[in-house]
């Protein structure tokens, strides 16, 4: 019988590990272009209605988190006991504030780019946008781990199928599926947050509004997308034979994609707005490449590729907030070059790489660079067998 295989220094699932790793690293890439003037199409995110493969970036990771949910309950019976709950508020709480940190960051950044003093720098509370990526991670982690304990694993899926379906209704009738500020996510977020602290996009004609990505109304599906990557969590533990998990998984997987790819025709698949067919189908890719690593990984045995993604997946977090604050540094930090007044992320894209490798090209050689740092931050802790995690 094949037995999963385990990174002897951290006791973690390494295909796992792998797919987080990869997940991190791509997420780092596409926030980071030389220029946003200029990327290839396939690394920006659809402008609307659509995915694109950068789209996939942000809920494979959040498919990961359920899946490691799973693995992690176990030691408390995937009961709600007084550690369980602790950790789960604990982790939620903490990481919210740090995706907040991150945001408190780049604007004190900004405001001494932009010649403010160190007060006015860090005192924009007023226009701090208070959601995020981390921000969502957070919310859809603490109630998805709060229905994991609360309801019985059985009675999961009817959650799962609540929450997408109520949601649906709410885009349907609620102007949900137009880009504009008529969409009841905005109308919610508004209320709720004040646009002030919202992200700022643009509608069709061109004219800014506030719609958050990240909102609080669109974090129900995200809640469901985390709960679809328990399960698949448990279809991990239950099963012991690598060719019978893999089975499972990839045909649990290629049922959500294309239940999702079909349901489009209804319910477009749309990033911003965590539309139900997203999660469905983003969650089947997600179950198909996790299927993929392990019949490369686990049953061929093929691993000598895997060490790169292993050193950004065993530290995704501390990874993630370092290329935050140092892509901050970079673009805020000045100085005079040729009588000009230009960034460290200007120098080293337009003045060491543009000129010989183009724009597109050039563009996505800075973002290579980025990752390459952030690598070398990981190996470092890799090495010194360091892992943080909340």
Excluded at 219 to 233: C, D, E, M, R, W
Aim: charged letters at 15%.
């Amino acid at each position: 019988m094949n037995q999963i295989a385990i990174n002897k220094q951290s006791g973690r699932l390494l295909s796992l590990d792998i797919l987080r790793g990869i997940t991190i690293a791509g997420m780092i890439m596409v926030n980071n272009p030389g220029t946003w003037q200029y990327i290839y199409k396939p690394l920006g995110h659809a402008s609307w209605h659509g995915l694109t493969p950068t789209d996939l970036v942000f809920p494979f990771f959040m498919f990961i988190m359920g899946v490691s949910m799973y693995m992690s309950f176990r030691k408390f019976e995937f009961k709600a006991t007084k550690a369980s709950i602790y950790k789960i508020v604990k982790r939620t709480v903490l990481l919210f504030l740090v995706g907040m940190a991150l945001n408190w960051f780049g604007r004190l950044c900004g405001g001494l780019s932009r010649g403010e003093n160190l007060i006015e720098a860090a005192t924009h509370f007023d226009t701090l946008r208070i959601l995020g990526v981390l921000q969502r991670l957070a919310l859809a982690y603490g109630f998805a781990a709060l229905i994991a304990v609360y309801v019985k694993p059985k009675h999961i899926i009817w959650s799962i199928v609540i929450l997408l379906t109520g949601y649906f209704l709410l885009l349907l009738f609620g102007n949900g599926f137009d880009k504009s500020e008529n969409n009841i996510i905005s109308i919610i977020d508004r209320a709720i947050l004040g646009t002030a602290h919202m992200y700022r996009d643009t509608d069709a004609a061109g004219t800014s509004i506030a719609l958050d990505p990240e909102g609080l109304l669109s974090t129900l599906p995200s809640i469901a997308h985390v709960l679809i990557g328990y399960l698949f969590g448990k279809i991990i533990i239950d099963n012991k034979d690598n060719h019978v998990k893999v089975e499972k998984i990839m045909i649990w997987g290629t049922l959500l994609a294309f239940g999702g790819l079909l349901l489009q025709y209804g319910c477009p698949i749309n990033k911003k707005i965590w539309s139900p067919t997203f999660v469905l189908t983003t969650t089947g890719f997600a179950a198909q490449l996790l299927a993929l690593l392990i019949w490369i990984i686990d049953i061929k045995k093929k691993d000598r590729w895997t060490p790169f993604f292993h050193s950004f997946g065993v530290n995704p977090l501390i990874i993630y907030v370092f290329a935050g604050v140092f892509s901050n540094i970079l673009s805020n930090v000045k100085f005079m070059f040729r009588e000009e007044t230009i960034s460290l992320k200007g120098f080293i894209y337009s003045v060491m790489i543009q000129p010989w490798a183009g724009n597109y090209f050039g563009s996505l050689i800075y973002a290579l660079f980025l990752v390459t740092i952030c690598w070398l931050f990981g190996l470092f802790l890799y090495k010194k067998n360091i892992y943080i995690k909340l």
